[in-house]
């Protein structure tokens, strides 16, 4: 597999501004953000779609969630409220195919699947 943009981040092969790194995982702001909030959770192992994670990716799965919480904390957002998404391949408008979670917020979101 060739490495995705974000293994390339991960790699420092391309800049980005990051805001959490562990072993498993990083997070960076989008570049293109929706919102006033809008960063990217990733895990350093590059699962293209959700539909490729196995069970022996559950663990990884529950980490990078709760590492979007421990974020939405960290940039005071947790009580004011957050989305957390995933988008899976073409209808869901996947763009890039390495695994994320986008946390998005800090301002009254709609809700809408459009
Ligand atoms: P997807 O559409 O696959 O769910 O989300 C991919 C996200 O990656 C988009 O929100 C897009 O703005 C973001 N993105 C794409 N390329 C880069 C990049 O080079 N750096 C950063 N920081 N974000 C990127």
Redesign the pocket.
Known sequence: MSDS?FTK?IKRE?P??IVFEDDEIIA?????P?API?I?IVPKKQIPTLNNATENDAELLGKLLLTCSKIAKMKGIDERGYRVVI?CNEEA????FHI?F?LIGGKQLGWSPD
């Open positions: 943009i981040i391309i980005s501004e960076f702001n989008d570049i293109a929706k809008h990217l988008n408008c996947q763009t890039v994320h986008h």
